[in-house]
């Protein structure tokens, strides 16, 4: 390993403080302590089909989490129906899921009027496409956009990114 050659002897000695020091404050093993150094100072998978089954997975999670939101208040008080239609557009996507006006509109979780102004809106920034249904003439399906599809995987990105510099933080913090 080249990277290891440039280490010099002083770095050594205070990667080692490093680790003891973050080891005994978290009353764990030094090899604990370097797993989970590890986890965040290696690349992430480069493989492309792996980044978009984490994406995906991740966006799963968070519209459950978001669906959730109302119940564990006890009050229908958090909205967002764009983006909630677009999380589950994108989900459906990458589960190769039909989803029609009707299912989506009620995924949504508000009502039909509101939720078909929201469809509205994100068709006219060309985030999802309607169209007929070619087996069955009374639905309409709706799609996200390769534009929509970006939107979400860019916002789903930063969120994650964010999310590995606070534990990073306090990795950093715990030492």
């Given at each position: 390993?080249t990277?290891?050659?440039r280490?010099?002897?002083?770095d ?13 404050a ?9 797993d ?47 983006w ?19 299912s ?7 009502p ?17 496409i ?17 534009k ?28």
């Open positions: 390993m990277h290891i050659e280490f010099t002897s002083q050594v000695c205070r990667l080692l403080e490093l680790v003891t020091t973050a080891a005994k978290r009353s764990a093993s030094v090899s604990d302590v370097i989970s150094f590890q986890q965040f100072s290696l690349p992430q998978p480069s493989g492309t089909q792996s980044l978009k089954a984490s994406t995906a997975e991740f966006v799963e999670r968070m519209r459950m989490i978001r669906l959730r939101r109302n119940s564990v208040v006890g009050a229908p008080i958090f909205r967002d129906p764009a909630d239609m677009l999380l589950e557009l994108f989900s459906a996507h990458h589960q190769s899921r039909r989803l029609s006006t009707s989506l509109c009620y995924a949504s979780g508000v039909l009027s509101t939720a078909v102004r929201q469809l509205d809106k994100l068709e006219r920034h060309a985030l999802i309607r169209r007929e249904d070619q087996f069955d003439n009374r639905q309409c399906l709706v799609e996200a956009t390769a929509g599809l970006e939107a979400v995987a860019t916002v789903v990105a930063e969120l994650i990114d964010n999310f590995h510099a606070v534990q990073s933080a306090s990795v950093v913090r715990d030492r």
